[in-house]
Each structure stands twice: as C-alpha cells, then as structure tokens.
C-alpha cells in the first residue's frame, strides 16, 4: 500500500506541476499573441489552446490522484480539517472556471468581443484559485 500512496501523490504532484505550467505559460504566450504582428496572430491560438487542454487535463488528474490520496492514506474523508473544505471548495471553482473557459474561448473564436476581453481576467482568477488550492492543500496536510 506504501508504494501505491507514493506514486499516486508522484502523478498528484506531476499534475499540479503541469496545471501551474499551463496556468502560469498561457497569459505570457496571451500577451505575446496581443502584440505580435497581424499576420502572426493566428499561430498563438494553437498554442494557447493546447495549454488550456494541458491545464484541463492536469485539473482531472488532480482530482482523481487526490480522490486516490483520500482513500488509500487516509482512508475517507472522515477526520480531514476544515482546511480540507476549503480546498475542495477551491478545486470545485477551478473546475467550473474551467468549463467556462472552454464556452468563453467558442465564444470569443466566434468573434465575440466581450469574451475576448474576459480571456485576461479568467486566466488570472485560474492561476489565483490555483495558488490558493495549493496553499489550502499545506494547511490541509500539513
């Protein structure tokens, strides 16, 4: 069982590197699409959609190694801290962000102004809810 708790938190912690990448990389290849050449434009978007699927598929992850990490070390949820709360509340915002984002970014594809404007905010409400999970997660394990 030993063995089985380390490499579920190993691909745990894989993932949360792997959302803080993809959180952290998209509004600087954001900003690089924002001032490029016109006719350059068009190449960011590729990029920029394949690090939301990098973020979605960590946020999944996440979920389903913590979901591991719950029942294999501690055996349920019964005698988690409030912290615990606090965190699962987080990790739920970042996953209704997340499917919003995905409408958004249709949306804004479809020539929709005001979601092209949102991109910039939501992107730093991901990477906000992100560092807060984590830091929910240090007063949660300790």
């Not at 699927?53 to 979920?63: E, K, P, T």
């Not at 029942?71 to 409030?82: A, C, M, R, S, V």
């Not at 594809?109 to 992100?130: H, N, P, Q």
């Amino acid at each position: 069982m030993e063995l089985t708790v380390k490499l579920i938190l190993w691909l745990h912690l894989v993932s949360v590197a792997l959302a803080g990448s993809a959180a952290f990389a998209l509004p600087v290849v954001r900003r690089m699409a924002v001032s490029a050449d016109p006719a350059l434009k068009p190449a960011y978007m590729p990029i920029m959609n394949k690090l939301a699927a990098l973020g979605r598929m960590a946020l999944v992850l996440l979920i389903l190694s913590g979901l591991g990490l719950i029942w294999t070390k501690y055996g349920g949820f019964k005698g988690l801290n409030g912290w615990f709360h606090v965190k699962m509340t987080l990790v739920t915002l970042l996953a209704a962000l997340a499917i919003f984002n995905i409408y958004n970014t249709r949306w804004a594809m479809a020539g929709d102004e005001a979601a092209v404007a949102r991109r910039s905010m939501l992107s730093k409400i991901g990477t906000s809810l992100i560092m807060a999970t984590i830091l929910a997660a240090v007063f949660t394990f300790n």
